[in-house]
């Protein structure tokens, strides 16, 4: 009779797999939370499966191009949101996206109509109003940016933005004094925006005020430590300051941090060729001839630094590659015939010294290689005489980012100090982020040991192909199938509980919930069931928390479970670890601190646990023993702490 109570129970509590193509609202609710943890590919076949249901909806079509978006596939994106427009054009989140998309597609004017409509439903919308600007900026319609910037700085008098754009407005207008007196404007307001320092250095470097640029530079370096074109601005101040080791440190952070920047690899390379360190400037010219071939300019420089090294062959072959291209260039007529001398290729080099003198090639190009110029060349100007000078960017623009609430994961919103997640179950290891830390727990390896399938610990669940999601579905139903046919009870507890962790790794969490609760009702004691459940909890609760609901009754029954699973397993440092978690999202810093010092006692190695700790310590107001905890998260191996160790040292 427990046998057919728990079947009939699994069946009537288990609607997805038959149901959910009729249950629209859910597959969309289900489709948005794998949006929130970042399952961008799983999310799709979500709302796939709800346009397929009922196509006259907007929301799927809407929430569909958000995933595309967050994939870069700005085309696909646009469509549905053309799509979703078509179904309710009242929807302002919807032409905000479109225009986003319009704008990765380079088409400003479009975008900015976008924009335009969306503001006649939303008109104080500071960010809607930002991007049209920014829209106009890039379509070069200066006059109507100036216009619409006179009424954000009426609306908006105290805000920084209106500001900084003006100034970008002027610089496009090559008018520096009136571009100067906008972003003084725009500092005065908000002195702790680094992208306003970083506009200020251009401008300084615009009029060869390298002294005054390198101090803002350094300021906004100081505010955004990882902006890689800062750091390339200050080492052409540097350097026209006579800094070079200064310079040089700057090429290469940033290079640390952009790899794939073309200037600080070129700039780089003409830095090292002055003070001698041939070998290691030929490597970043050898790089940036990987990523443009035909830059006859870097060829040339390569072409010297093999000439000075020895690689005599290797010299002439750039040489030559550019002789070719450019067959008047003197500079590289007189450099190869060197080079044929040295190699005693006399023929070869009385040729090219014959077509210098056919010339009346003056003096100069006989002396030694010049001194790197203290002049700059724009990066599009391929003049070859100018092969000595540090390259800068076409346009040294005022950096405005657009404003945006489709990158990066939604509900952090730029919040530095975001909390690590809860330990769960999944049916796939996952390599942790803290190296050589493999979470291990005796009631897991007990189920393991019984289970057709092996039972992972995971600090993140990964997200899903669409091979893989499509692999899960099925064993689902496998599972289904496999349940159906059972007459061994403890047999169907352990399929149910696998059929939980696989829903839970398809982001279904509410029909995890279900199943893991058929499963407790035959054995109210199983701890796995009872920690899985309050993980999938915690996260519908992060997510609807995220949309506005009230989530305190929920967050009592994920307290309920884990302590339940505490009592029966009172020696897993997961469990304390996970009710912490809930704590912290209730705000209650004082018994999180408790419960992550237990879970710390039983697994000294859980650096998870030091790290949020000391967020929860600081939270509270302790800030130096939660720095205390965050040097042990770090020295764990979670590196990331000893950012925010920088942040709160400095405010403690």
Not at 558 to 572: F, N, V, W, Y
Not at 619 to 637: H, P, Q
Request: hydrophobic share 35%; net charge neutral; with cysteine.
């Amino acid at each position: 009779m427990i046998y057919r109570k728990l079947i009939v129970l699994f069946w009537v509590l288990l609607p997805m797999a038959t149901h959910a193509q009729f249950n629209t609202d859910r597959l969309i609710t289900i489709g948005r939370s794998a949006l929130y943890y970042e399952d961008y590919v799983l999310s799709i076949q979500y709302f796939n499966q709800a346009i397929a249901a009922k196509p006259y909806l907007y929301e799927p079509w809407f929430f569909r191009g958000v995933a595309k978006y967050y994939l870069d596939d700005f085309a696909g994106a646009e469509s549905d949101c053309a799509s979703a427009i078509e179904r309710n054009p009242y929807v302002t989140d919807c032409y905000e996206l479109r225009g986003l998309c319009r704008i990765r597609l380079n088409r400003y004017e479009e975008a900015a109509a976008d924009y335009t409509t969306a503001l006649k439903y939303n008109p104080e919308n500071m960010g809607l109003w930002h991007n049209r600007v920014l829209c106009h900026i890039r379509s070069k319609d200066y006059d109507r940016a100036l216009g619409q910037l006179d009424t954000m700085v009426a609306r908006w008098p105290r805000q920084a933005a209106p500001y900084s754009m003006r100034a970008e407005v002027y610089m496009q207008q090559k008018d520096t004094i009136r571009a100067l007196e906008a972003i003084e404007k725009s500092i005065e307001i908000d002195p702790y925006d680094g992208q306003l320092w970083a506009a200020r250095a251009i401008i300084s470097l615009s009029r060869s005020e390298w002294e005054q640029s390198e101090e803002y530079l350094d300021k906004a370096i100081h505010l955004l430590p990882k902006n890689g074109g800062n750091y390339i601005n200050r080492a052409l101040a540097r350097y026209n300051r006579n800094n070079l080791r200064g310079a040089m440190a700057d090429y290469d952070t940033a290079l640390d941090l952009e790899p794939n920047n073309f200037l600080g690899h070129y700039n780089r390379g003409l830095l090292r060729a002055q003070v001698g360190d041939d070998n290691r400037g030929i490597e970043d010219f050898d790089f940036v001839l990987n990523l443009e071939p035909d830059n006859m300019l870097a060829r040339f420089n390569r072409g010297l630094l093999r000439d000075k090294t020895g690689d005599l062959r290797g010299a002439i072959s750039d040489y030559t590659v550019v002789i070719d291209e450019f067959p008047n260039f003197w500079t590289g007529l007189h450099y190869r015939a060197g080079c044929y001398r040295r190699l005693g290729m006399n023929r070869q080099a009385e040729q090219d010294e014959f077509r210098i003198l056919k010339a009346q090639l003056d003096k100069r190009y006989g002396g030694r290689q010049p001194r790197l110029s203290k002049q700059q060349r724009k990066r599009s100007d391929q003049d070859l005489e100018k092969y000595n000078q540090l390259v800068v960017a076409d346009d040294q623009e005022v950096e405005n980012d657009y404003k945006n609430d489709y990158r990066g994961r939604v509900q952090h919103h730029k919040v530095e100090a975001v909390y690590l997640p809860m330990y769960e179950l999944s049916l796939q290891p996952v390599r942790s982020e803290v190296k050589n830390y493999v979470p291990y727990d005796e009631t897991v390896e007990d189920f393991n040991r019984h289970a057709p399938r092996q039972l992972h610990i995971v600090s993140s669940i990964p997200s899903l192909d669409e091979t893989q999601s499509q692999a899960y579905f099925a064993y689902i139903d496998t599972l289904r199938s496999a349940i159906a046919d059972l007459k061994n009870l403890q047999k169907v507890q352990h399929l149910l509980l696998l059929c939980g962790v696989a829903y839970t790794a398809l982001q279904n969490n509410e029909d995890a919930i279900d199943v893991l609760t058929t499963h407790l009702l035959s054995d109210s004691l199983s701890v796995l069931a009872l920690w899985q459940r309050a993980a999938c909890q915690t996260k519908i609760n992060e997510f609807q928390a995220s949309q506005g609901t009230h989530i305190d009754m929920k967050t009592a029954n994920a307290l309920m479970d884990l302590t339940a699973a505490i009592r029966h397993a009172p020696r897993c440092a997961y469990l304390y670890y996970n009710r912490a978690c809930v704590y912290v999202q209730r705000k209650d810093y004082a018994r999180a601190v408790d419960d992550y010092t237990a879970a710390i006692a039983l697994d000294p190695r859980l650096a998870e646990a030091y790290y949020n700790r000391g967020l929860a310590r600081i939270d509270s107001g302790n800030t130096a023993e939660g720095v205390s905890d965050l040097s042990k998260a770090g020295e764990l191996g979670l590196y990331t702490a000893y950012s925010l160790i920088k942040r709160y040292s400095k405010e403690k």
